[in-house]
């Protein structure tokens, strides 16, 4: 006759017979009675003397409550605590005496502990400041933390970015001891990215710029009847400021950010660890040709946004303020001068090493993270865009107290 089903008296017989013993059923309600008995020295307990905290039982979490109740009752001033005394500790009891240091103001690492529990507890300490950070404090002591916490890291920003660029001038001036170092084609291939690519939009902001400023100022010099001083507005705006300012912001954004996604994404791929590992300078492979690509490309970019510029201006007086365009080129060939054309254009290398180091060392910074790449990102266009601002500024200022 087959055994039965497991469980059954025929299966449990067939199992006798051939030698096993069927394991005794132990029953349910005498597990949870054995569960629930606790030795009296299991008990967490705490005694203070002299203001010493002596700790004595197991502090685990099958204790969480009696834990607690132990060290809300605790009564008199605490100078130390001595944990040696517990015999079985885990997380949970820890984590415990950790909250109890912080609300009576105690060192957590003048604790004394066990030998065989300093790794426990270590570990747990270590952890204990990776918790969800508070909900934000909108106060004015709060208000001026975050203050003095975005100056401190704009001043390490600061700092990393003349560092950076002493590193860029030093590599470039070895370049002229060692010329083969240059990367030729990858210098002419970013040139093309930079401004051949760059050209139409350039050119199209630019000449629509250039008529909405001779139409704003039309409208104004109407009034006195000087109309024809658009021709001087306009020459004098795009030649010395408005043709290399609206190059440098369109390049900052457009520009600026695509070097700090292309090295970040290396950065990403270990890319450019593994060029540090085969003994190859990621400054000179990376930063060099872009810095020189946009050193000789922003320039003539801003050429060509000074030529549009003054196209746009001539458009406009031509068909809306009855100009000719003989005596429109006739009176800028009178009026202008050739230092508002190299004052324009002297601002044009300065702002091209400014966009290109910050690009480049925005996306060297990059963590490896999608988060950190998109606010790199972020960051040198800000950065680039404000700076070159602050820049042209202080040299309009100085080149006005200078007589240029």
Same mark, same amino acid.
């Given at each position: 006759?087959?055994?039965?089903?497991? =469980?059954?008296?025929?299966?449990?017989?067939?199992?006798?017979?051939?030698?096993?013993?069927?394991?005794?059923?132990?029953? !349910?309600?005498?597990?949870?009675?054995?569960?629930?008995?606790?030795? *009296?020295?299991?008990?967490?307990?705490?005694?203070?003397?002299?203001?010493?905290?002596?700790?004595?039982?197991?502090?685990?979490?099958?204790? #969480?409550?009696?834990? @607690?109740?132990?060290?809300? /009752?605790? @009564?008199?001033?605490?100078?130390?605590?001595?944990?040696?005394?517990?015999?079985?500790?885990?997380?949970?009891?820890?984590?415990?005496?950790?909250?109890?240091?912080?609300?009576?103001?105690?060192?957590?690492? =003048?604790?004394?502990?066990?030998?065989?529990?300093?790794?426990?507890?270590?570990?747990?300490?270590?952890?204990?400041?990776?918790?969800?950070?508070?909900?934000?404090? %909108?106060?004015?002591?709060?208000?001026?933390? $975050?203050?003095?916490?975005?100056?401190?890291?704009? /001043?390490?920003?600061?700092?990393?970015?003349?560092?950076?660029? /002493?590193?860029?001038?030093?590599?470039?001036?070895?370049?002229?001891?060692?010329?083969?170092?240059? $990367?030729?084609?990858?210098?002419?291939?970013?040139?093309?990215?930079?401004?051949?690519?760059?050209?139409?939009?350039?050119?199209?902001? +630019?000449?629509?710029?250039?008529?909405? &400023?001779?139409?704003?100022?039309?409208?104004?010099?109407?009034?006195?009847?000087?109309?024809? %001083?658009?021709?001087?507005?306009? +020459?004098?705006?795009?030649?010395?400021?408005?043709?290399?300012?609206?190059?440098? &912001?369109?390049?900052?954004?457009?520009?600026?950010?695509?070097?700090?996604?292309?090295?970040?994404?290396?950065?990403? $791929?270990?890319?450019? @660890? *593994?060029?540090?590992?085969?003994?190859?300078?990621?400054?000179?492979?990376?930063?060099?040709? !872009?810095?020189?690509?946009?050193?000789?490309?922003?320039?003539?970019?801003?050429?060509? *946004?000074?030529?549009?510029?003054?196209?746009?201006?001539?458009?406009? =007086?031509?068909?809306?303020?009855?100009?000719?365009?003989?005596?429109?080129?006739?009176?800028?060939?009178?009026?202008?001068?050739?230092?508002?054309?190299?004052? =324009?254009?002297?601002? #044009?290398?300065?702002? #091209?090493?400014? &966009?290109?180091?910050?690009?480049?060392?925005?996306?060297?910074?990059?963590?490896?993270?999608?988060?950190?790449?998109?606010? !790199?990102?972020?960051?040198?266009?800000?950065? +680039?865009? +404000?700076?070159? &601002?602050?820049? @042209?500024?202080?040299?309009?200022?100085?080149?006005?107290?200078?007589?240029?």
């Amino acid at each position: 006759m087959p055994p039965g089903p497991p =469980g059954s008296r025929d299966r449990r017989d067939a199992w006798t017979h051939a030698g096993f013993r069927y394991p005794r059923p132990v029953h !349910r309600t005498h597990r949870t009675r054995h569960r629930m008995t606790v030795p *009296a020295h299991a008990q967490p307990s705490a005694d203070a003397e002299d203001g010493v905290l002596r700790l004595h039982g197991h502090w685990t979490l099958e204790h #969480a409550s009696d834990i @607690d109740a132990v060290l809300r /009752g605790i @009564d008199g001033a605490v100078r130390e605590v001595d944990a040696s005394g517990v015999d079985r500790l885990d997380s949970l009891g820890v984590l415990q005496l950790v909250r109890y240091a912080d609300k009576q103001g105690l060192d957590f690492g =003048g604790f004394e502990f066990r030998r065989d529990h300093h790794a426990l507890v270590e570990a747990i300490d270590d952890v204990n400041d990776d918790r969800p950070r508070p909900k934000r404090d %909108f106060g004015v002591a709060a208000a001026l933390a $975050r203050l003095g916490y975005t100056m401190h890291d704009n /001043g390490r920003e600061i700092v990393a970015l003349v560092s950076f660029m /002493g590193e860029t001038l030093t590599k470039l001036a070895r370049l002229a001891l060692a010329p083969r170092r240059l $990367r030729v084609v990858s210098t002419v291939h970013h040139m093309e990215q930079v401004g051949l690519d760059a050209v139409p939009l350039v050119a199209l902001l +630019s000449f629509m710029v250039g008529a909405v &400023i001779a139409f704003l100022g039309a409208s104004v010099l109407a009034d006195f009847g000087a109309t024809i %001083f658009v021709v001087e507005l306009v +020459s004098i705006a795009f030649l010395r400021e408005f043709g290399v300012l609206l190059t440098a &912001i369109l390049l900052a954004g457009r520009t600026a950010s695509a070097f700090t996604a292309q090295i970040g994404a290396m950065v990403g $791929r270990e890319e450019v @660890d *593994a060029i540090r590992t085969l003994g190859l300078d990621p400054v000179d492979l990376l930063v060099i040709p !872009r810095v020189l690509a946009l050193m000789v490309m922003l320039p003539l970019l801003t050429f060509i *946004a000074m030529v549009s510029g003054l196209v746009g201006g001539l458009t406009v =007086g031509a068909f809306s303020l009855d100009i000719p365009p003989q005596a429109y080129m006739s009176r800028m060939h009178e009026q202008m001068e050739l230092r508002h054309f190299l004052v =324009g254009m002297s601002k #044009a290398p300065l702002f #091209a090493m400014i &966009i290109a180091l910050i690009g480049c060392l925005e996306g060297l910074q990059v963590k490896g993270t999608a988060q950190s790449l998109g606010e !790199r990102t972020t960051s040198s266009v800000v950065q +680039s865009i +404000s700076l070159v &601002i602050v820049v @042209d500024a202080f040299a309009a200022i100085w080149f006005m107290h200078m007589g240029w």
